[in-house]
């Protein structure tokens, strides 16, 4: 009878959880926001967008991502006539060590932002994204993926990827153009290599095609990502390791003199993405771990309008994540810009933003605290990002009788959720 008591509860708990309200704009992966982190450090099913053989390690899992498409919709996640429409998501099922892991996931946007978007700039950077537009941030043609289909087995892992938008029209009055995006990618275990316990390599490919129909017709002249990486991990003691990684990326997105969109000179644009980090992670017995890492990037873009852009980051992070008992865990994350530099060439002066405060201009003072929590019911998990304002409100002037669950200004404000199942 007590056990059905406590099953009661944790049914209710969930229940409850699931009737959150919540209010934001599109994410990734939700664990991985709420401890100010990404895949390239942190264990994770996200890790598969970037390595295809990681499929391997999340078999059998329905993963939900409630929010709005990230292609620039404006939809707030929970909003009125959002909810339901913009979620994405997907089935991972292994069919056994013959055939190997299969995945599909749907209407996964163009690019994938999250809540250290703001730290670095508006301009999508390689760090805390999973994935970015194909030909670069600032290809606005880039169709939501109407299907991911994985394979893993042995190491070896491939991921194709397929998007169309049939009538895209960025602007009023402007002549549909016709969107369509392949890809392909390959993960490979690489297993021991010099002094590291478990490495990996990937590539990656993947080009949209684009088709102007007031021209008569008129095609791109190239819109296409190249992507390349290697990460490592190492075995310090048996509780700490250590991680390494690199990633580099080539956009190129180039358009005809009078496509619609960028005017009449045309579009010849690109850019250079490398980053490089490393990470130390001390595991907390079983109940979780405690994470710190620094990531370098460099950004090198080139266009028309713009002659040239260098950008030189480096952030550090630290996260924690501990399990408060067999049905709740709780994680937070503090990411901080530590250098940050741009120059822009063909201007009268320089601009280095870390040293200008006008809006809109990162600084190095920029700073993102994020913190959430993962409601586990039998096979069900519901991961959340939770509200910094409202935490930190609750903290100031606890509030318990307006409620837990509901109402405007308790500690129940999310920002964020996923769910998740395993079979």
């Known amino acids: 009878m007590k056990f059905e008591n406590k099953k009661w509860v944790l049914n209710v708990a969930l229940a409850g959880a699931l009737c959150l309200g919540v209010a934001s704009v599109a994410k990734a992966d939700t664990r991985l926001d709420s401890l100010g982190s990404d895949a390239y450090q942190i264990d994770d099913v996200d890790s598969i967008w970037t390595y295809a053989n990681n499929l391997l390690q999340y078999k059998n899992t329905v993963d939900f991502r409630l929010n709005p498409n990230g292609n620039g919709t404006g939809a707030a996640f929970g909003g009125a006539g959002a909810a339901g429409a913009d979620e994405w998501g997907g089935v991972i099922h292994d069919l056994g060590d013959d055939f190997g892991t299969i995945a599909t996931y749907v209407n996964r946007p163009a690019a994938i932002s999250n809540t250290q978007k703001g730290l670095i700039g508006s301009t999508l950077t390689l760090f805390n994204n999973p994935t970015t537009p194909v030909g670069s941030s600032i290809n606005v043609y880039a169709p939501s993926s109407n299907v991911d289909v994985f394979w893993a087995k042995s190491g070896l892992g491939l991921h194709l990827s397929y998007g169309d938008n049939e009538a895209d029209v960025p602007a009023a009055g402007a002549a549909a153009v016709r969107s369509q995006v392949w890809g392909l990618s390959a993960g490979f275990d690489l297993g021991s290599f010099m002094s590291f316990t478990t490495s990996e390599f990937h590539v990656d490919a993947a080009e949209d095609f684009l088709t102007n129909y007031a021209l008569k017709p008129a095609t791109d002249d190239g819109v296409y990502t190249f992507k390349l990486g290697w990460e490592g991990q190492t075995t310090l003691n048996s509780n700490d390791s250590s991680h390494v990684f690199a990633e580099l990326h080539y956009d190129n997105d180039s358009l005809p003199m009078g496509f619609t969109g960028v005017g009449a000179a045309g579009q010849a644009a690109n850019d250079l993405e490398v980053l490089i980090g490393g990470n130390i992670k001390h595991n907390i017995s079983e109940k979780g771990f405690v994470n710190t890492g620094l990531e ?59 040293l200008v405060t006008a809006a809109g201009i990162t600084t190095n003072n920029n700073v993102s605290f994020n913190t959430g929590f993962s409601v586990n019911v039998e096979n069900w998990t519901l991961d959340t990002d939770l509200s910094v304002a409202s935490l930190e409100g609750f903290i100031a002037g606890p509030a318990p009788g307006k409620g837990i669950f509901w109402g405007p200004g308790t500690i129940g404000a999310f920002t964020e959720a996923d769910l998740r199942y395993k079979f």
């Open 296 to 354: 370098f990037e460099y950004d090198g873009i080139n266009s028309t309008t713009n002659v040239g852009t260098d950008a030189w980051t480096l952030v550090w992070n630290g996260s924690v994540e501990s399990a408060l008992n067999s049905f709740l865990t709780f994680r937070a994350g503090l990411d901080k810009i530590v250098f940050n530099r741009t120059y822009t060439q063909g201007t009268a002066a320089q601009v280095d933003s870390s």
